[in-house]
């Protein structure tokens, strides 16, 4: 339970600066002056205009750009261009770009790289990317995998290519586990599921045959747990995705839910419920000792550990209507932290700890929002009927959740902490409460 | 009874209509003067309609008492609540005092109280208010004598709504603890 995780089913065998080989470019100006770059807090006005040719290289060159493009899309930072008429085939990564080709489609990057096929059939990913007005290159890097592991190969360099432009962590490396859903409203079929992030390899782990619902990632996204409801009653199970093995957290006399992991997978805080009321509980997964940490006779549920692992935030109705508070990890130095009219729900403190994203309900409409740990500067970053379930992508400046009209089929959404770029999220069918993984390793 | 009689006049004044029809189809034949026939009136029926006396039935139509559907169509197995609240509204009491009646007479039955809550909530903050709504039911049935070991209680949150509406009238049938017969009924 608490051992680290292994490599994922197909690893990348190597990621390496691809610094040597490297002489062909050493001819290029050296100012590093005036470089591109997006500032990410304010929301990118206008997005970047990037050129991604098709990798050289028989195998999955084109493929691999056009997952870059996508993610890149998607961000709302960066607009691909359409570059197919563009006579320069960039044929190898060694050899430097005929910049002017590049300028004339309006590209301020470029993105090209090759694919070299092993003798063993693994792939080795060589991409640079380029300044094209400056004419620089800003990176250099050599990815190797295994030829099925292509498309982490792409998701890495999507991350590589947004850190260096932003200078914020890419989350392109990353699983979305979901709540998929079938079925008419009044008899919705609800089944775990992961995907990568951008709604690729998408798996269904339960049968539906129980209501199944909230699933999160440990630190290692090895793990997750979720909740299952059944007539007879609900469970919180812990599941291993490595080796599919799954426990419960244990039996209590009332309904279990609402879990989520402390911040270094040794605990996960939850809701038991008895008698009518909802108190929070962490279990320590190695002791298998779970303590009761609120005692309000009020509705206490939805606990989320800072990144720290010393605080939680939940959410509580102790003062009339539910609201936010921050305790101590053993429950002590409970203080109420939202202020504003309406009811929050659903706290989830960033992985950078600067933020805790919520959903509100106002004049009834439901809003996604953000405010400081402490409570100040709240901004609602979404309205619509039915907002819900913000889950954070491992950089703390993007969130995933999920809406539903009133036609009833909820969808997955992403939305930036400045609530510029709201877009639908890759994954193509009804779903609800995503859980954004921890960067991949 | 006013329709049936209409529709009696309606059918005489087309069975005179037919008639004169023929009438005139056939060859008028000389004859002396004829008397003008009077119109026709529509013919009111003598006697007004009444219904056969009942036959008893050997077979009651209910359900049989003591039965889940008894329960169901007789007692009532649903009450409903305010917006995030849990108290048992006014209207709910003698609801929840004939399930009780009920389950003080048929000792066998066991009872789960599937607690609901409208989809103006979001999913875990439902659960724990669709818990509340269920205990409170739980409660009352118990102030009423009900043996408290023969009550479970769960909670289905918003996740098992009646009405698939999106309008107030939708969420306060959602908004709703429904008694569910486990165990025990004939």
Known sequence: MTQRKHRLAMPLLAMSLALAGFAATAALPGVAAAQIEIDIDKGAVKPMPVAIPAFAGAQRGADIAQVISGNLERSGLFQPLNVGGVTDKLADV??????????????????????????DGSLRVDFRLWDTFSQQQLLGLQFTSTAENWRRVAHKISDAVYERLTGEKGYFDTRVAFVAESGPKLARVKRLGIMDQDGANPQYITDGSS??????????????????LRPTGSSIYLLNLQTNRQETVGRFPGMVFAPRFSPDGKKVAFSVEKGGNSDIYVLDLRTRQSTRITTDPAIDTSPSFSPDGTKIVFNSDRGGQAQLYVMNADGSGVRRISYGG????TPVWSPRGDYIAFTKQTGGQFHIGVMKTDGGDERLLTTSYLDEGPTWAPNGRVLMFFREGSAGNPRLWTVDITGRILRPAAYPGAASDPAWSPLLD | MSFDTKGAARLALIGLAVASL???SSRPKPTGPVEPTPPAQPQAPQQPYTPPAP????????????????????????????????????????????????????????????????????????????????????????GQGVAASRIETISFGKERPLDPGTDENAWAKNRNARTAITDGAR
């Open chain 1, 342 to 345: 309406g009811r929050y729900t």
């Open chain 1, 94 to 119: 060694n050899v430097q770009p005929r910049f002017p080709d590049w300028q004339a489609t309006g590209a301020q990057a470029l993105i090209n790289g090759q694919v070299t096929v092993g003798a």
């Open chain 1, 211 to 228: 209501i199944v619902m909230t699933p999160r990632f440990s630190a290692t996204s090895q793990e997750l747990t979720y909740m299952a």
């Open chain 2, 22 to 24: 023929a009438a005139c």
């Open chain 2, 55 to 142: 036959v008893p039935d050997p077979t009651p139509q209910g359900p049989l008492p003591g039965t889940i559907q008894d329960f169901v169509v007789n007692v009532g197995d649903r009450v409903y609540f305010d917006t995030d609240e849990y108290s048992v509204r006014a209207d709910a009491q003698p609801v929840l005092a004939g399930q009780a009646q009920w389950l003080n007479r048929y000792q066998s039955v066991r009872v789960r109280i599937e607690g609901n809550a409208d989809e103006r909530g979001t999913r875990e903050y439902n659960l724990a208010l669709g818990a509340r709504r269920a205990n409170a039911v739980r409660e009352f049935l118990i």
